[in-house]
Every structure is written in structure tokens, then in C-alpha cells.
């Protein structure tokens, strides 16, 4: 298995406080991903990176911000948590366009906003 | 825009059967189409991927898919299904806006064999 570390596992918070997640990979892969998973969405990519403090928007940004100061770390903040934010998270990792098409996960997040 | 949609929420099949998990894409270019799975609290796994080449790729547990160009389906297979099967199947395809690698998930089939 790809060395994929999220912690925390499981977060139970409240609406309107701030939480972040962390994404430790120890492949020194340059891309970096972190997707939610909701029933009846499959998997929805929120932000990316590319490298050191080089980061892009996916397709479910609002709400989110990331930041990646060394390549193994990545970092997804909600800045004030909805209820609307409860999901699973996933990071992953990938060497694209090294002719490894493909992504490495790690095993999650369980964020509950309540 | 890529996109990929999965017809079934989920798919019932019998241990010892062959079963189909469907996928269809709609890509502007050359379509790179994957196949993932995932166990009950688990991250996903890379099962299989089309890039250019033969349309049977073979994968990870004895699963294989078919891509079909003109009917733009990439659909899962295995000859003869196990329980140990039953998960939940994603098919994607590659985000063709720059070489990043991003991915683009369809909704998700549930597989469930039974003995």
C-alpha cells in the first residue's frame, strides 16, 4: 500500500468552527488530491496540488482551503464548518505524467458537523 | 466536459457467476478510463486502467474490463463472481484540462454476491 497517512480517522464538530484535516505521504509523489465521498456523488475532487505551494481549485471548492509547505504534508481547512460539510474525505497522491496514470488513497476521514 | 456515469446503484449476482459492472464515459479526445474499488471503511483501490491499446484490460483479482469506443462503455467483468467480491465499484476517467492527474468519478455501483 502507498504511504498514505490522514488523521484524524473521525471528527465530531460543531457549525461554525474551524477544522483541518491532514494528508502525510511518505512516496514523495508531486501531485497530491483531496476528494469527498457522498451517497449518490461517488467521489468529488475539492482541491489539488502539484507541488511545494502550488495548489489549484477542483470542482467543489466553496468552503475549503488547502495548503502544502513540504511535499509529503497537505492540509484541507474549513474555515467555519456547515452541516452541509459532513462527509468522508480522502486524500491521494500520484506521479501523473510520469506514465503512472493513476491515484493512491489514503483511508479516509468521517467528518460529522453538527 | 469529461464525465462518467454508472447506470446501476447496485448489481446482485450469485457466487460463481459472471458479473458486469457498467460504465459509460463522454470525454473530448482519447479517453484514460480506470476502475476502482472499495471495501467497507477503506480508501480506494486501483483495479484497472485503459489508456491506448487492447480493448480487454486485465486487472487487480481477476477482474477485467472492456472498452468499447463506439458504444463509449467501459464496463467491469469477471468470469465467475466471489463473495469477497462485493463492494462498492467506482469507474473514472482523467481530467484531460492539463496533464494533472485529476480524476472524475462516477456515482458508484454497489456489488453484492451471494453464496
Known amino acids: 500500500d502507498a504511504g498514505i497517512t490522514q488523521s484524524p480517522r473521525h471528527k465530531v464538530t460543531e457549525t461554525g468552527t474551524p477544522v483541518t484535516l491532514r494528508c502525510h505521504q511518505t512516496?514523495?509523489?508531486?501531485?497530491m488530491y483531496w476528494y469527498r465521498q457522498d451517497p449518490g456523488h461517488g467521489l468529488r475532487l475539492i482541491h489539488y496540488?502539484?507541488?511545494?505551494?502550488?495548489?489549484d481549485k477542483g470542482e467543489v471548492s466553496d468552503g475549503y482551503s488547502v495548503s502544502r509547505s513540504k511535499t509529503e504534508d497537505f492540509l484541507l481547512t474549513l474555515e467555519s464548518a456547515t452541516s452541509s460539510q459532513t462527509s468522508v474525505y480522502f486524500c491521494?497522491?500520484?506521479?501523473?505524467?510520469?506514465?503512472?496514470?493513476?491515484?493512491?488513497f489514503g483511508s479516509g476521514t468521517q467528518l460529522s458537523v453538527l | 466536459a469529461q464525465s462518467v456515469a454508472q447506470p446501476e446503484d447496485q448489481v446482485n449476482v450469485a457466487e460463481g457467476n459472471p458479473l458486469t459492472v457498467k460504465c459509460t464515459y463522454s470525454?473530448?479526445?482519447?479517453?484514460?478510463l480506470f476502475w476502482y474499488v472499495q471495501y467497507p471503511n477503506r480508501g480506494l483501490q486501483f483495479l484497472l486502467k485503459?489508456?491506448?491499446?487492447?480493448?480487454l484490460v486485465k486487472g487487480s483479482y481477476g477482474f477485467e474490463a472492456e472498452f468499447n469506443k463506439s458504444q463509449t462503455s467501459f464496463h467491469l467483468k469477471k468470469p465467475s463472481a466471489l463473495v469477497s467480491d462485493s463492494a462498492l465499484y467506482f469507474c473514472a476517467v482523467r481530467d484531460s484540462s492539463g496533464n494533472t492527474g485529476k480524476l472524475i468519478f462516477g456515482q458508484g455501483t454497489t456489488l453484492q454476491v451471494k453464496p
Open positions: 491521494a497522491i500520484s506521479e501523473a505524467g510520469t506514465g503512472v496514470e493513476k491515484l493512491f
Open positions: 485503459y489508456i491506448t491499446g487492447d480493448n
Open positions: 470525454v473530448s479526445g482519447n479517453p484514460y
Open positions: 512516496e514523495n509523489h508531486r501531485y
Open positions: 496540488s502539484y507541488g511545494v505551494k502550488d495548489t
